[in-house]
Each structure stands twice: as C-alpha cells, then as structure tokens.
C-alpha cells in the first residue's frame, strides 16, 4: 500500500495453468488409436511386429518413455488377442504356513521337527 500496490492472494485452478501452458506449447500426443483398426489375425500380428520394431528404435535412441508406452501397448494387444484380460494380474493363491503351529519346532539345522503323535511323517 506504500506505493499505491496492494498485496492480493492469486487464486487459480492447476487445471488452468496447465491447458493455457499445454496450449502456448502447441503439443499433441499421437495415441495411435487409428491404426487399430480391422487387427484380426496376421493384419494383427504385423501390427504388433511394427510396433515391436518401434519400440526398439524408441529405446535405441533413448526415448525410454514412448518405448514403454509401446511395450505396453503391445502387451495389450497380445493379452486381448488371447483373450486374458486382467487374469494374469492376480497373484496366485498359496498354502498357508505350518511355522508357529502347536506341535511343530525347528531343530537346530533349520528343519522343521514334528510331534509323534498328531503331526506330519
């Protein structure tokens, strides 16, 4: 106010800053989408070797990001190919411990020791 200045907070949304700076820069993002079209069987298959091919160059020329995107892309494709979906994502259903059970004891090499009478051969 010294100066005929008064201080004011600046209230603005990320969301703004980000589309005014994305727009000053005037990039776009390639997805792909459209030449995804008609992939049944070998168009598919040679799709997948093309973007293969574009993975390595990406990765030769040290543009990890886009290299990843391809890989993963094509892991897409392979999985919807096969018809997976998201069943290998899930992890495996294992047997549950018999470490701390009442009867069970480990000698001194590690091995687990069990009771006579009750408990496992």
Known sequence: EEHGITPKTIKRDIADIVAHSAAQDGVTVDTGDAERNNLVG???????EDLEKRMRKAAADLEFEEAGRLR??????????????????????VGRSDAGRPGT???RYGKTRYKRMGGKP
């Open 72 to 93: 993963d892309e094509i892991r897409k494709l392979e999985n919807d190919e096969l018809g997976l979906g998201d069943a290998e994502k899930k992890a495996p259903r």
């Open 105 to 107: 004891r480990k000698d």
């Open 42 to 48: 070998h168009n598919l298959r040679a799709y997948i």
